[in-house]
Nanobody, 128 residues
Framework: VQLVESGGGLVQPGGSLTLSCETS????????MAWVREVPGKGLEWTAY???????DHADFVKARWIISRDSTKNSVYLHMNRLEPDDTAVYYC???????????????????????WGQGAQVTVSS
């Protein structure tokens, strides 16, 4: 199983980025996926979720600004990020749930136990 993120970088406040996560080694269409971020000093926090069937949910701190999507033809999941703020500075991880749907909210080391595969992370820095 491999998850490879791309699309991170430095962006000014109010700007936009799209993170991509290309996957391989498993039947992508059968599993739920998520984005989990790690803010310096705060630990891991669940950010966005998409089930195998396309049901989505987002953390309160990103609702109305970002949206998660998936493309089964490309075995990929995306996070479209708009109106970025300095507090969004973090490493963003793509993560796989060991099922098509289920509990997805997590915080801290609970995230490591909940999701069974992780990418290497993409750094997003929001600064002027």
């Amino acid at each position: 199983v491999q998850l490879v993120e791309s699309g991170g970088g430095l962006v000014q406040p109010g700007g936009s980025l799209t993170l991509s996560c290309e996957t391989s080694g498993f039947d992508f269409g059968r599993y739920a996926m998520a984005w989990v971020r790690e803010v310096p000093g705060k630990g891991l926090e669940w950010t966005a979720y998409i089930s195998a069937s396309g049901r989505i949910d987002h953390a309160d701190f990103v609702k109305a600004r970002w949206i998660i999507s998936r493309d089964s033809t490309k075995n990929s999941v995306y996070l479209h990020m708009n109106r970025l703020e300095p507090d969004d500075t973090a490493v963003y991880y793509c993560a796989k749930l060991p099922g098509s749907d289920g509990r997805y909210y997590c915080f801290g080391e609970d995230c490591r136990r909940l999701y069974d595969a992780w990418g290497q992370g993409a750094q997003v820095t929001v600064s002027s």
